[in-house]
């Protein structure tokens, strides 16, 4: 082991098996400095050391950022496909509101600011760590914030989710360094753990609503699993034909129905047809015509028929 110290004071670091998109340094183990003033990022892969002061000799220096309105650089950490860096500054959050500066380190040697995110929150950020695309943010009396990163893809700043306040007096317009002072949250209950200067450690779990897909259907989803189109090439299985032979089935069913019935109906009015070929209507009324003809049906109805017969009369 040995020191690196070229650059400046080294106020907090994070070190990383690199596994970003820059191929260069895939492997190698980076580390991202906060010194106070700017970020520095190194590659301290080879560990060679100087035995005479403890320095490590083949450390590179990749890149040194600043960024506008620097004040003490505090602390920060990489996104988790190591695309993107988070970076608080203490001193500067001091003067205005709780402030998040975001990083591109897609291309470690050209690291660039891109943005910071702007709150009316009065706090200042402490320590942030990040898991599962949250950033988990210890901001002193504001409490522990958590935003979502999946903004930084558009180059917008990060978004709060859920917060948790430890420290409840009135800070006013004026921040202080009371409250959260760290939160771990790598625990595999999913359970936080917040440091609160007054209060202790406490344990917490995170309760946010799902946000409403809205390409989802209104009405329930089937259980019934997808299918695949059917080829229509392909000769045709039992399941294919199950509907199609219930159709069948049902107009046949239909088609035998209507015979017998119509046989019945034709028994019916040849039976009783043969002992009568007229009717005496009742009063005010008027039969319908009869059809007498010799072997054939008789029929009697209200609508108007071809007569070969008499009409009833009318009674008084």
């Keep these: 082991a040995g020191c ?13 098996i690199y596994d970003g998109p820059d191929q260069e340094f895939v492997g190698h183990e980076i580390c991202f400095c906060y010194d106070e003033d700017s970020l520095a990022i190194i590659d301290i ?6 035995v005479t002061n403890s320095e490590l000799i083949n450390v590179e220096l990749l890149a040194n950022v600043s960024y506008p309105g620097v004040e003490y650089t505090h602390q920060g950490w990489v996104t988790d496909d190591h695309r993107f860096l988070l970076l608080d500054d203490e001193g500067y959050e001091v003067k205005t509101r709780s402030m ?3 990083f591109n380190i897609t291309s470690l040697r050209s690291a660039f600011f891109m943005t910071r995110e702007a709150t009316d929150i009065v706090g200042i950020d402490h320590n ?25 893809e558009e180059g917008n700043p990060v978004e709060e989710v859920a917060f948790f306040d430890t420290y409840h007096a009135n800070t006013g317009s004026s921040p202080t360094f009371d409250g959260v002072w760290s939160t771990y949250m790598y625990l595999p209950s999913g359970n936080l753990l917040v440091s609160s200067q007054e209060y202790g450690l406490l344990v917490v ?34 399941e294919s034909n199950g509907p199609a032979l219930s159709s069948i089935a049902t107009v046949g069913v239909s088609i035998l129905g209507i015979i017998v019935v119509s046989f019945f109906l034709l028994v019916i009015r040849r039976v009783f047809g043969s002992h009568g070929s007229t009717a005496t209507a009742g009063p005010g009324t ?25 009409l009833g009369s009318r009674t008084a």
Excluded at 45 to 50: G, S
């Design 286 to 310: 008027r039969t319908g015509a009869v059809k007498t003809r010799q072997g054939t049906d008789t029929s009697m109805g209200d609508e108007e028929q071809p007569v070969s017969g008499k």
């Design 205 to 238: 779990r995170e309760q946010r609503l799902e946000p409403i897909d809205t390409a989802s259907p209104t009405s329930a989803p089937s259980r019934s699993p997808t299918r695949s189109p059917a080829d229509p090439t392909a000769a045709p299985s039992e």
């Design 4 to 16: 690196w110290s070229a650059d400046a004071f080294v106020h907090d670091i994070q070190c990383i």
């Design 128 to 152: 942030q760590y990040v898991k599962d695309g949250l950033t988990y943010q210890s901001n002193y009396a504001s409490g522990l914030r958590i935003k979502s990163l999946a903004p930084i």
């Design 45 to 50: 892969t080879d560990k060679e050391v100087d």
């Design 100 to 102: 998040t500066f975001e």
